[in-house]
Protein backbone atom coordinates (compact mmCIF):
# COMPACT_ATOMS: atom_id res chain seq x y z
CA UNK A 1 0.00 0.00 0.00
CA UNK A 2 1.57 3.00 -0.95
CA UNK A 3 1.93 6.14 1.49
CA UNK A 4 2.88 9.76 0.81
CA UNK A 5 4.10 11.86 3.80
CA UNK A 6 4.39 15.90 3.35
CA UNK A 7 7.07 17.64 5.00
CA UNK A 8 8.42 21.24 5.29
CA UNK A 9 8.26 24.22 7.47
CA UNK A 10 4.60 25.80 8.98
CA UNK A 11 5.72 29.58 8.54
CA UNK A 12 7.22 31.33 6.02
CA UNK A 13 6.98 34.72 5.49
CA UNK A 14 5.02 36.77 3.02
CA UNK A 15 7.25 36.66 -0.36
CA UNK A 16 8.87 34.02 0.53
CA UNK A 17 9.50 30.71 -1.06
CA UNK A 18 7.74 28.19 0.14
CA UNK A 19 9.38 24.38 0.02
CA UNK A 20 7.65 21.14 0.81
CA UNK A 21 8.66 18.05 -0.18
CA UNK A 22 6.57 14.78 -0.38
CA UNK A 23 8.05 11.20 0.66
CA UNK A 24 6.33 8.22 -0.68
CA UNK A 25 6.92 4.71 0.69
CA UNK A 26 5.22 1.11 -0.27
CA UNK A 27 5.57 2.47 -4.19
CA UNK A 28 7.80 4.54 -6.80
CA UNK A 29 7.02 7.49 -8.24
CA UNK A 30 8.43 6.55 -11.53
CA UNK A 31 5.54 3.60 -11.74
CA UNK A 32 4.08 3.87 -15.15
CA UNK A 33 1.10 5.40 -15.54
CA UNK A 34 0.64 7.54 -12.25
CA UNK A 35 0.82 10.95 -11.62
CA UNK A 36 1.70 12.51 -8.36
CA UNK A 37 -0.04 16.07 -7.60
CA UNK A 38 0.44 19.06 -4.97
CA UNK A 39 -3.11 19.93 -3.55
CA UNK A 40 -3.96 22.90 -1.03
CA UNK A 41 -6.85 23.63 0.94
CA UNK A 42 -7.15 27.50 2.13
CA UNK A 43 -9.23 27.49 5.56
CA UNK A 44 -13.48 27.67 4.81
CA UNK A 45 -12.50 27.14 1.15
CA UNK A 46 -12.42 24.05 -1.37
CA UNK A 47 -9.66 21.91 -2.81
CA UNK A 48 -7.40 23.31 -4.94
CA UNK A 49 -5.46 21.18 -7.30
CA UNK A 50 -1.98 23.20 -8.12
CA UNK A 51 0.52 20.98 -10.39
CA UNK A 52 1.77 17.47 -11.09
CA UNK A 53 4.43 15.46 -12.09
CA UNK A 54 4.03 12.49 -13.85
CA UNK A 55 6.14 9.20 -13.74
CA UNK A 56 8.16 9.81 -16.55
CA UNK A 57 8.73 13.34 -14.71
CA UNK A 58 7.10 15.93 -17.13
CA UNK A 59 5.00 18.77 -15.39
CA UNK A 60 1.60 19.59 -15.76
CA UNK A 61 0.25 22.82 -13.53
CA UNK A 62 -2.90 24.90 -12.48
CA UNK A 63 -2.62 28.32 -14.93
CA UNK A 64 -4.05 30.30 -11.92
CA UNK A 65 -0.42 29.00 -10.17
CA UNK A 66 1.53 28.59 -12.92
CA UNK A 67 4.29 31.61 -12.72
CA UNK A 68 4.93 30.53 -9.39
CA UNK A 69 4.59 27.27 -9.00
CA UNK A 70 7.66 24.01 -9.62
CA UNK A 71 7.65 20.42 -9.04
CA UNK A 72 10.50 18.73 -9.43
CA UNK A 73 11.52 14.65 -8.09
CA UNK A 74 14.32 13.28 -6.89
CA UNK A 75 13.62 9.73 -7.83
CA UNK A 76 16.74 8.18 -5.84
CA UNK A 77 14.90 9.50 -2.91
CA UNK A 78 11.56 8.50 -4.01
CA UNK A 79 10.10 11.80 -3.30
CA UNK A 80 8.99 15.43 -5.26
CA UNK A 81 9.01 18.65 -4.13
CA UNK A 82 7.11 21.52 -4.52
CA UNK A 83 8.23 25.18 -4.52
CA UNK A 84 6.08 28.28 -4.58
CA UNK A 85 7.48 31.36 -4.81
CA UNK A 86 6.28 35.09 -3.52
CA UNK A 87 3.63 33.79 -1.29
CA UNK A 88 1.36 35.94 0.58
CA UNK A 89 -1.21 35.41 3.10
CA UNK A 90 -3.63 34.06 0.80
CA UNK A 91 -1.16 31.42 0.48
CA UNK A 92 -1.95 29.95 4.26
CA UNK A 93 -3.33 26.31 3.70
CA UNK A 94 -2.85 22.77 4.66
CA UNK A 95 -1.35 21.05 1.60
CA UNK A 96 -1.47 17.44 0.28
CA UNK A 97 0.60 15.52 -1.91
CA UNK A 98 -1.57 13.00 -3.36
CA UNK A 99 -1.29 10.06 -5.92
CA UNK A 100 -3.44 9.22 -9.04
CA UNK A 101 -4.03 8.09 -12.50
CA UNK A 102 -4.95 11.44 -13.89
CA UNK A 103 -4.40 14.95 -12.59
CA UNK A 104 -6.33 18.34 -12.00
CA UNK A 105 -9.18 19.58 -10.24
CA UNK A 106 -11.75 17.59 -11.40
CA UNK A 107 -10.02 14.44 -10.89
CA UNK A 108 -8.90 15.37 -7.41
CA UNK A 109 -12.69 16.75 -6.50
CA UNK A 110 -13.71 13.97 -4.71
CA UNK A 111 -10.51 13.03 -3.04
CA UNK A 112 -9.74 10.35 -5.61
CA UNK A 113 -6.23 8.66 -5.44
CA UNK A 114 -4.20 7.93 -2.17
CA UNK A 115 -3.74 11.29 -0.56
CA UNK A 116 -1.03 12.04 2.62
CA UNK A 117 -1.90 13.46 5.65
CA UNK A 118 -1.54 16.96 4.79
CA UNK A 119 0.73 19.82 6.33
CA UNK A 120 -0.60 23.18 7.49
CA UNK A 121 1.74 26.07 6.22
CA UNK A 122 0.97 29.57 7.35
CA UNK A 123 2.31 32.97 5.88
CA UNK A 124 2.64 35.29 7.77
CA UNK A 125 5.32 37.71 8.75
Known amino acids: QVQLQESGPGLVKPSQTLSLTCTVSGGSITTTYYYWSWIRQPPGKGLEWMGAITYSGSTYYSPSLKSRTSISRDTSKNQFTLQLTSVTPEDTAVYYC?????????????????WGQGTQVTVSS
Open 98 to 114: ARGSGYGSTYYKTRKGN
